[in-house]
């Protein structure tokens, strides 16, 4: 039996499908494959870019929005899960009307939101318009994909993905120094205000770069009820992994949701098999690669982005540093990433994915058990190795997995094929931000009451300990106002040491997951279906 099951891509009447769409060659700039990549890099680069360049704002956003720590987290996990919930769909709708129009409007409607997230004066209105970014940013991904996908012939495809994975990895490393950059010298707003030229040069181009292209035999009806579905499983899984800490492992509320959740999921798998046009075939998970990859996808995001936000409360909270320090220390990570990503597209064009995703986790494992060593003292230099080695295992995760999935569906479902690609991206940086972040709210509330009694620091009230260990999990200690400098010094002492404790085993967490996605690494092959992408255009 082989690991590999042909998917039947056949269109209306049995006619095979349209591999590639019957248009004349492009002439000038519209259509042209290389021009088009450059496009949606643009676009790109603006959802990629947001899903960590405000983890160096959010301790500036907290400061100045009263925020708390849980109210925090949901900046970033209301982006990714908006985000997750859409992509699918958004994945059907360029299939059905076209990526190009899809990804216009996904351009425009994701500058808007982020304007107005710049113009926000409450953390509510905040979180509020990144849900609206994460509903247009979905837009624009899979649309992404799904161009290239049509533009590129197949020889030529591994080679666009891998620049294509360049500029989501590059600027996905890159946030936190630009963030740093603007937090420090600007302000937070200019965080998300930068997205408004960003989208209008992605507009320009898109309007006089993109061709449209749609497939013969694409969907033409919606699955209203599996989006329901999907959409509140998604949400009751991540709303109860955040509230745990505060409500309780044990609480009948988290286990409610979990239960929903669970049941959700069963419910939309068993619909997936009886509607006409599902919203996600199920047969495409009869390929082991591609179910593979969107697996490897969840496992390295959920170590990635989990793993980095505490690293930035890390290196500011605790080492003191400003925003744009912080920034640049994470540059070994940026700039390998950046070196990574185009090498291991030539690589995984040469040898097939399977080594190269299998070394780029396992190296991911190494340097997330590396950054569990880090300490209150710990010098640059050692960080750097750990950032360094992080970024080049990262690399072809990013470019190889994302070649395994789109590769390995038929052109019709490309659409659907990049929605679970970044799906599964974003919800495993979601479910990472909550899963690590339970870890450390539960380290800290364990070992905080015992630190504190051990330095002979004054007794803390229950409510005054609850206060504290929520300033502690962002490495904050909790002086009081008038605190005797030598109290200050032993508060401030006992607040890192706790919050080292929380990071470490968060770390070890995420280095765990790593080594399980190793093994899933080993899974995947090269795309069957690629060939059939074969662009319009020139080269």
Not at 402 to 413: F, H, K, Q, S
Not at 480 to 491: C, N, R, Y
């Amino acid at each position: 039996m082989t690991s590999q099951t042909t998917i039947d891509t056949t269109g209306p009447g049995g006619k095979p499908p349209l591999t590639p769409p019957d248009q004349p060659p492009a002439k000038g700039l519209r259509g042209h494959p290389w021009f088009t990549l450059i496009t949606v890099a643009v676009g790109v680069m603006m959802v990629a870019l947001d899903g960590t360049i405000v983890a160096i704002a959010n301790p500036a956003i907290a400061s100045d929005l009263g925020a708390t720590f849980a109210e925090v987290q949901w900046i970033t996990n209301a982006y990714f899960l908006a985000l997750a919930v859409s992509l699918i769909t958004a994945g059907k709708l360029g299939d059905r009307f076209g990526h190009r129009q899809t990804f216009l409007i996904g351009v425009v409607g994701f500058a808007a939101a982020s304007g107005a997230i710049g113009l926000s004066d409450s953390i509510a209105l905040v979180v509020t318009f990144r849900v609206f970014q994460g509903l247009f940013g979905a837009l624009l991904m899979p649309a992404a994909l799904g161009l290239l996908r049509a533009t590129f012939p197949a020889e030529k495809l591994n080679m666009a993905i891998g620049i294509w994975g360049m500029v989501i990895g590059a600027s996905t490393a890159g946030g936190p120094i630009l963030g740093g950059v603007l937090v420090e010298h600007v302000n937070w707003q200019s965080v998300f205000f930068i997205n408004v030229p960003v989208g209008a040069v992605a507009l320009v181009l898109g309007v006089l770069i993109l061709l449209d292209h749609r497939a013969e035999n694409a969907p033409r009806s919606f699955d209203l009820l599996g989006i329901a579905l999907l959409s509140a499983a998604m949400f009751c899984l991540v709303w109860a992994l955040i509230k745990a800490p505060e409500w309780g492992w044990g609480d009948g509320k988290t286990w409610a949701f979990l239960l929903v959740s669970v049941v959700g999921f069963a419910l939309f798998a068993v619909w997936e098999t009886k509607v006409k046009e599902p919203l996600i075939p199920l047969a495409l998970f009869r390929s082991v690669p591609l179910s593979a990859g969107v697996v490897l996808m969840v496992l390295m995001a959920i170590a990635f982005m989990g793993g980095l936000f505490f690293v930035t409360f890390y290196l500011q909270n605790v080492h003191g540093m400003s925003p744009i320090d912080a920034g640049l220390h994470l540059l070994p990570l940026t700039g390998m990433m950046i070196v990574g990503s185009p090498l291991a597209g030539a690589m995984i064009t040469k040898l097939g994915p399977r080594i190269p995703l299998a070394g780029g986790m396992a190296a991911t494992a190494i340097a997330m058990y590396g950054m569990s060593t880090l300490e209150t003292d710990t010098g640059s230099g050692i960080m750097s190795v750990w950032f360094a080695l992080l970024g080049l295992g990262l690399a072809p995760v990013m470019v190889g997995a994302t070649e395994v999935i789109v590769g390995n569906a038929p052109m019709e479902l490309s659409g659907v094929a990049g929605g679970l690609q970044q799906a599964a991206m974003q919800i495993g940086g979601s479910l990472g931000t909550a899963v690590l972040g339970a870890v450390m709210a539960s380290k800290v509330d364990s070992d905080l009451p015992v630190n504190w009694k051990d330095a002979g620091l004054p007794e803390l009230t229950p409510t005054q300990l609850d206060q504290a260990a929520e300033a502690v999990q962002v490495g904050v200690a909790p002086v009081a106002k008038g605190t005797p400098e030598p109290v200050a010094a032993q508060i401030t002492d006992v607040a890192h040491d706790t919050f080292i404790s929380g990071m470490s085993l968060a770390s070890l967490v995420a280095a765990g997951v790593a080594v399980v996605a190793v093994f899933v690494a080993l899974l995947t092959k090269r795309g069957e279906n690629a060939e059939t992408g074969a662009g319009v255009g020139h080269i």
